[in-house]
């Protein structure tokens, strides 16, 4: 099912397009266990075994949807998506609300076509080529995005394919298979800042300077731990390409060569001085709230000691004479 | 005089040995041998729980070698010191004793390792006193005028309840301390003991005559005032610091001149400044620059001096690291302060002061700043 695509088709996905998928199925989730809370909450008291109370929740709802993006050339350009209402008995997607929610969107964005359609789940599955026939009488060749809402520590990559339909002959019989294609994101300004802001989303009492100084490091130090692990990993495959181990990739090579090559921007004398008046500021300026916290709790104690200790110390004002 | 091997009984054997009564100068040679051969090699621990005694051992050391008027040879109470005390922030009675040898055999750089601790507990006032005095009196013999300023501002405003005659000698250097390098004596801080604020100034009349003719910054005038007080200044061993603080008056003035001028010709200098020759006035400009005190270049050619802006950029690793290591040290003691803070918080004495004052309160002479009463 899922080989790669030989279609020569370049994908690249907007990352709002993968927001709305995630909030789409959130929401579905949160209403079902809304729903279906009581039962979930008796059986989580029982035992309190997390393998138990897993089991004993509904499975995850597939959640369905269209795709709108623009086509052009040999480049796929996937915008932004809408969701749709799945029919699950007959396993088809109510055809009419689509061609209504085509017409709105046609409006507002006249250049977008829809390209394909979304789903949650793991894989892609026998059923789902029905859907993807039925979408085949508005776009020939649609797309099928499949996100993966099990969340996973430990995979680093997005969990979201993208699917083509291929004819291939398999046992003598054309037949209609998804392939997996390669896709890039392409981000614009606006989607970066609020992809951002949605990462960097804080609990409603994390208002405190020192909460938000705390998150924006470990944001940073998370972001660096990750570009240092990437920079092991390319070296070590250098290394075992040096040693002949693994056959030489001349493009990545090319590649590697070319990230190194912006390096020297760093190795100027300019930089050195910049960056080190800026640290040497940061420094300072930190200097300078420890003096003045270090100041006012030796003022207070001298006071207080002026007035345990100093029998006829000056009452300076902050007390009232009668 | 043999003694038996210090480890186990160090402390009996001290007691019997040592306190028996004065000791004749033929003996003294081998008893200054003795006692610094016990120091070097008794053990720290056993000397922690007996000090008593030990202190009285360190103590006929230091009168019989100042006796003998050899104080080097009381180089040893530096380990007697290490030994005795508990902690490195710890002052101890032997402080003073070492420190008065050091002065007196003139080899401040002996007192320096001990001085360059600092000091958090003190057990007896008079000790603190007098190891900031001769603290003190050392820097200003390294001519370290800084740190000498600091250790007689610490005796200045040490907690008394009466005056007392090291304070006034070291109010007397503390002035002409601050005025060689500062050029002013500051107001006394609001920890200041108010018996020293009151009594202080009136022992010292001459210094504070002296600074006052400092600021008029008139060579000549200064010059005078010095001549007609000389006795007194003499009879206080404080002559030689009188003298320089007369020196420091060109520095001052040059430096004042940096804040007008940006250029400035040596003639200008020596005029300004009641020098005789630019010759003279190039001479204080040099040594002013090699001190790290003025930013200048002299041009030799039209005997021109240009001043400049500190050039500290700030963009080098060391001055990182010096800030760097300046915030932990500044880390740590805020760490003790606060633990001080909390302990004279809850203090008996202090929460009875507060509480008796509360019932005296009247709502309309409560000013509008709040008040932080515990």
Redesign the interface.
């Known amino acids: 099912m899922a080989s790669s695509s030989s279609s020569g088709l370049t994908f690249k996905l907007h990352p709002l397009v993968i927001l709305n998928i995630s909030d789409h199925h959130t929401r579905v989730k949160a209403q079902n266990q809304h729903l279906s809370s009581a039962s979930a909450s008796s059986a989580a008291a029982n035992g309190g075994d997390a393998a138990t109370a897993a089991a004993a929740l509904p499975p995850l709802p597939r959640v369905f949807g269209c795709v709108i993006g623009v086509q052009r050339g040999r480049t796929v350009e996937i915008f932004n998506s809408f969701e749709l209402l799945y029919d699950p008995h007959s396993h088809t997607l109510d055809r009419c609300f689509l061609e209504k929610k085509q017409e709105l969107y046609k409006k507002v964005f006249p250049n977008y076509y829809i390209l394909g359609w979304y789903s949650t789940g793991t894989d892609a599955q026998e059923s789902d080529m029905q859907i993807h026939r039925a979408l085949m009488d508005i776009n020939e060749s649609p797309v099928y995005v499949v996100l993966n809402p099990s969340i996973n520590h430990s995979q680093k990559d997005l969990p979201v394919t993208i699917y083509e339909s291929e004819l291939h002959v398999i046992d003598g019989i054309p037949q209609l298979i998804f392939v997996r294609a390669n896709y890039t994101i392409e981000t614009v300004e606006a989607e970066r800042i609020s992809v951002d802001h949605v990462a960097h989303l804080k609990p409603s009492d994390g208002g405190s300077a020192a909460t938000q100084l705390a998150a924006h490091l470990t944001s940073i130090h998370s972001a660096i731990k990750m570009l240092n692990s990437r920079i092991k990993i390319v070296h070590q495959h250098l290394l075992a390409m040096q040693r002949g181990e693994i056959p030489c990739d001349n493009s990545l090579l090319r590649q590697v060569s070319s990230l190194l090559r912006r390096l020297p921007a760093m190795e100027s004398e300019k930089f050195q001085?910049e960056f080190?008046?800026e640290?040497?500021?940061t420094?300072?300026m930190?200097?300078l709230a420890?003096?003045t916290?270090?100041s006012s709790?030796?003022s207070?104690?001298?006071d207080?000691?002026?007035?345990?200790?100093?029998r006829?110390?000056?009452r300076g004002?902050?007390?009232?004479?009668? | 005089m043999k003694w038996p091997p210090a480890e186990p009984h160090s402390v009996e054997w001290t007691g019997e040995a040592y306190l028996s009564g004065p000791i004749s100068s033929d003996q003294a040679g081998g008893f200054l041998l003795s006692v610094v051969d016990f120091i070097n090699s008794c053990s720290g621990d056993q000397i922690r729980l007996a000090p008593d005694k030990f202190i009285q051992v360190c103590k006929r050391l230091k009168d019989q070698v100042m006796q003998l008027q050899v104080p080097l040879q009381g180089v040893a109470l530096r380990t007697a010191i290490r030994k005795l005390q508990t902690s490195s922030e710890q002052l101890t009675t032997i402080h003073s004793d070492f420190l008065l040898l050091c002065i007196l055999a003139k080899s401040y750089k002996t007192g320096l390792s001990i001085l360059e601790d600092d000091i958090l507990e003190v057990d007896q006032p008079r000790d603190l006193f007098l190891y900031y005095y001769y603290g003190g009196i050392i820097y200003i013999g390294l001519k370290r005028f800084r740190t000498a300023l600091e250790c007689l501002h610490n005796v200045v405003t040490a907690?008394m309840t009466t005056l007392n005659a090291i304070a006034v000698e070291a109010y007397k250097k503390y002035i002409l301390v601050s005025l060689i390098l500062n050029g002013q004596v500051p107001s006394f801080p609001?920890?200041t003991?108010?018996t020293a604020q009151r009594n202080l100034k009136n022992h010292t009349q001459p210094y504070i005559d002296l600074s006052a003719c400092y600021a008029s910054g008139k060579y000549s005038d200064l010059e005078a005032f010095i001549q007609s007080n000389v006795e007194k200044f003499q009879s206080d061993n404080n002559l030689g610091l009188v003298k320089q603080v007369l020196s420091s008056l060109y520095k001052r003035n040059i430096q004042r001149l940096t804040q007008t001028y940006l250029t400035l010709s040596l003639q200008d200098i020596a005029n300004a400044v009641q020098l005789k020759t630019p010759k003279e006035a190039e001479m204080h400009v040099l040594r002013m620059i090699q001190d790290g005190e003025i930013f200048a270049t002299i041009n030799q050619k039209d005997g021109m001096v240009s001043f400049h802006e500190d050039p500290e950029?700030?963009?080098?690793?060391e001055?990182?690291e010096h800030?760097?290591s300046?915030?932990q040290r500044?880390?740590a003691?805020?760490k003790k302060?606060?633990s001080?803070?909390e302990q004279?918080?809850c203090?008996p004495?202090?929460v009875s002061?507060?509480g008796r004052?509360r019932p005296?309160?009247?709502f309309d002479?409560?000013?509008s700043v709040p008040?932080?009463f515990i």
């Open positions: 001085d080190l008046t640290f040497n500021d420094l300072l930190t200097y420890m003096l916290n270090c709790t030796m207070e104690l001298v207080k000691f002026n007035v345990t200790y100093d006829h110390s000056r004002g902050r007390t009232a004479f009668i | 907690p609001k920890y003991s108010s950029q700030y963009k080098t690793c001055m990182a800030i760097d300046t915030i500044l880390m003691l805020s302060l606060r001080i803070d004279i918080s203090d004495a202090y002061k507060i004052e005296k309160f009247d002479d409560f000013d008040h932080r």
